[in-house]
């Protein structure tokens, strides 16, 4: 599904800039950006493509086979949405940018999505668990002790496995981004870009895992790195204020995940994502957009 969103992306792309290519200027006035600054910051809603997620440490060596999960919105209230000390409560963006030239931008921001994996889902389970895993020594159910060649198995929280990235699945990355104008007023304020962008970091994960009734609510760490691609469109309201929208679409890889909080135990993970979202942007510095 997320191949599938990577490709529509590249063909919006190409469409919306040979469309750029064809608008007329609305006055003589040239477009520019060059040297502007920008902050901005909003939330998103995100989806996962099924994953396997493979499980090590002393005693077992398992995958989990097309792992479902989905994201966690915090409900709107002004409790959370419009306290300062809990606007890092639902899933955000923040961003901060700089117009090395008209047209482009280099920025550098995070993703803070969640990843909850479904609980009770039936997975194939495929490697080794033995009956007592981990040090210090879990005493694992027999239902799940064995060897398992994509073994369907039901996934229960209370003696299996609870694991989500809701503390962060946070993508924290750098972008480059191409920005085109599709229509201006005639005040040469308000105005709408269109944009496509590129990005490259790390994931930095706090996950909370619970494995053979064992885990906790780990803390940060970089588990590994992610790519990805966006198109959105981008409303001057203001010479300082503006709102944006994106959707972006990424493949991240997580090398080590960690599971029951000891350093032996630890998991990996692919993940598709796809994701929307609109923010809130203020510019600054040297302002010349027209």
Do not use: C
């Not at 959707?247 to 993940?271: C, E, M």
């Amino acid at each position: 599904m997320y191949k599938i969103l990577t490709f529509i992306l590249i063909n919006i792309s190409f469409i919306f800039s040979s469309a750029a290519q064809e608008i007329k200027p609305l006055s003589k006035k040239p477009y520019s950006r060059k040297g502007e600054k920008f902050f901005f910051w909003g939330y998103n809603r995100s989806e996962y493509a099924k994953s396997d997620i493979t499980f090590r440490g002393k005693g077992y060596d398992f995958t989990l086979h097309n792992a479902t999960a989905k994201d966690l919105p915090i409900p709107f209230s002004a409790d959370v949405y419009f306290d300062i000390t809990r606007l890092s409560v639902p899933q955000y963006n923040i961003r901060y940018g700089y117009f090395f030239s008209d047209h482009w931008s280099i920025s550098i921001g995070s993703d803070h999505m969640k990843y909850v994996m479904d609980d009770n889902q039936v997975l194939e389970v495929s490697g080794h668990i033995s009956a007592q895993v981990s040090d210090p020594a879990i005493t694992v159910n027999p239902e799940y002790v064995g060897d398992f060649n994509h073994t369907p198995k039901l996934i229960r929280p209370e003696d299996f496995l609870h694991y989500e990235h809701t503390d962060g699945f946070n993508y924290l990355h750098l972008e480059l981004d191409r920005y085109d104008r599709l229509w201006k007023a005639k005040n040469n304020i308000q105005g709408i870009d269109w944009l496509v962008g590129v990005g490259a970091g790390t994931i930095i994960p706090r996950t909370d895992s619970h494995l053979f009734t064992i885990g906790r609510n780990n803390h940060f760490n970089f588990a590994g790195y992610g790519v990805s691609l966006k198109t959105g469109l981008r409303f001057d309201l203001s010479r300082r204020f503006f709102l944006q929208t994106d959707v972006k679409g990424g493949f991240t890889r997580l090398n080590h995940v960690h599971t029951t909080g000891r350093d032996s135990d630890y998991a990996q993970q692919s993940i598709w994502f796809g994701e929307f979202y609109g923010v809130l942007g203020y510019k600054f510095g040297k302002n010349r957009a027209k």
